[in-house]
């Protein structure tokens, strides 16, 4: 009996493949039996026959198929699958997020944050909060020391490290194996942030100096780098082609410095813009599907924004929580792996219920 061998490979859909193998009519069977194949067809003259499947199967096609396909052809789905996984990676962590959104706990410890300032006001409550949300399946803690909402008073790098220092070194003591980023645009408080151990830079500026940009050479951390339109004039008919420069310079820029791929995060950055109109958190929230064309990982962070008060006339952050849910469960469809949130316990459940759903679905 011939091997059966790989013709092709269409990749061109972000969440299904094609492929295209040559096989003779007793071993198209074999395919045509794969319950997760979808589109069979088979054409007797040419011998080929093409099938789609979900990226997520791919391994279990390998699994099901290995011992009737060709070395040559083993050796190219297993590469495909190495290329198909996605990651977010660095010093001491490397999440698998190819089929899963990590959860990404937002910690502000300000006292002038849109939704949160001031509930983190003590050590003890903090260090509580993060017990509960590592059971709830938070994976990385992001700490910040001042708000980054419409119109905010900066203050000085000194006064925002001092907000974070003690927070920091009882974390660091209480959970010595904790995933941390910071929330900061700041280069004196990025290098005390890195000096301390953290892992993870997320900057709204998205790197835009030199300055920042050593740190990264210098040190290697992992990067959330963020589309900011308050830094751009922004205007609707050109705003996808602004985010892509931007994006483009961007990586450009960050690989530049040594770290990898999977050691940076992209963020569109909805609720960012001098346009207090929907429309602009909307492109931006379907520009997630675009993002995808970068091959890094992207983050979802839209947790009890704006846009919620202008879709659906919810003043208050408090009761931002349902269209928060469901405009992130859009994203990760889109491709968002990244999902920054105040509410853990219900963002987890948003996503045991949404893979439930399509996997019954499928």
Do not use: C
């Not at 011939?2 to 040559?22: C, D, G, Q």
């Not at 700490?143 to 008073?153: E, I, L, N, T, Y």
């Not at 909805?270 to 958190?281: A, C, K, W, Y």
């Not at 675009?290 to 202008?310: E, G, L």
């Amino acid at each position: 009996m011939e091997p059966i061998n790989v013709k092709s490979v269409n990749s061109a859909l972000r969440n299904k493949l094609k492929i295209v193998f040559l096989a003779t009519e007793e071993e198209v069977n074999k395919v045509s039996n794969l319950e997760y194949a979808t589109n069979k067809l088979y054409d007797a003259n040419s011998r080929k026959m093409s099938i789609e499947i979900q990226r997520d199967m791919l391994s279990s096609l390998l699994k099901d198929l290995q011992t009737e396909l060709s070395s040559s052809s083993v050796d190219t789905l297993k590469q495909l699958v190495f290329e198909t996984e996605i990651h977010f990676s660095g010093r001491g962590f490397d999440f698998d997020i190819t089929t899963q959104p990590l959860i990404y706990s937002i910690l502000n410890l300000t006292p002038d944050s849109f939704y949160d300032g001031g509930v983190n006001n003590s050590i003890s409550g903090v260090l509580k909060r993060i017990e509960s949300e590592q059971e709830a399946g938070a994976q990385v803690f992001e700490v910040g020391g001042k708000s980054s909402k419409p119109h905010f008073d900066d203050i000085s790098p000194e006064a925002e490290w001092s907000r974070l220092a003690p927070y920091l070194k009882e974390i660091h003591a209480n959970f010595p194996d904790i995933v941390l980023a910071i929330d900061s645009n700041t280069p004196e408080v990025i290098k005390l942030a890195l000096d301390d151990g953290i892992q993870i830079i997320n900057d709204i500026d998205g790197f835009n100096s030199k300055s920042k940009l050593d740190l990264v050479k210098e040190y290697q951390p992992a990067v959330v780098s963020m589309f900011n339109g308050r830094n751009f004039n922004e205007q609707a008919e050109t705003l996808i082609k602004t985010m892509d420069n931007f994006f483009d310079q961007n990586l450009e820029d960050l690989l530049a410095t040594g770290i990898k791929p999977e050691n940076i995060v992209l963020d569109p950055g909805v609720g960012f813009s001098d346009h207090n109109t929907l429309e602009f958190d909307l492109i931006k929230m379907k520009y997630t599907k675009q993002m995808t064309r970068f091959n890094v990982p992207i983050m979802i962070a839209i947790s009890r924004k704006s846009f919620a008060s202008r879709l659906f006339d919810l003043d208050s952050a408090d009761d931002r929580l349902l269209p928060t849910l469901l405009f992130e469960s859009l994203m990760s469809v889109l491709g968002g792996r990244i999902i920054r949130v105040h509410d853990v316990k219900e963002t987890a459940m948003m996503t045991k219920t949404f893979e439930l759903l399509k996997a019954a679905l499928d």
